[in-house]
């Protein structure tokens, strides 16, 4: 399911109408902003349907440079908006405040899972059922 359904606005109960990537070691998604804005912290709703627990080990990272794929490693392009340790439960909402307010074009979202060593590092799912961005 696309990027797309991270942010059209709409909240689904089911399967489809979310963001899910495929299983990989550090996946992520990022999100253009139509303009610059400064960032206070990002909800983020979870799916709703199942398997809400997927949801952990999330880093949410804003600023102006732009993220290029491939990036199979934690990001490090732009400051850290915080991070949610979770596991989260379905269909609930979490927000993720910034240290301080951060001025960005662009949002990233990743699961940075805390291993030991990174050849360790499992294949995970980041599934997101809708993105706000909340400004200061």
Known sequence: NGPHFAIDGK????????????????????????????ISSVTIVNRADSNGWRLANIEVHAGMTEVKPPNPKPIDVNPLCGRFEGPGA????????????IKAKYVTVQIVPHVEFPKTVPE?????????????
């Open 90 to 101: 379905d269909g609930k909402s979490y927000i993720i405040k910034c240290e301080t307010p």
């Open 11 to 38: 909240i689904s109960h089911a399967e489809n109408g979310i963001f899910h990537s495929e299983s990989e070691r550090y996946p992520w998604l990022q999100v253009k902003l139509g303009k610059e804005k400064t």
């Open 124 to 136: 995970s799912y980041l599934q997101i059922n809708e993105l706000t961005f909340n400004e200061s």
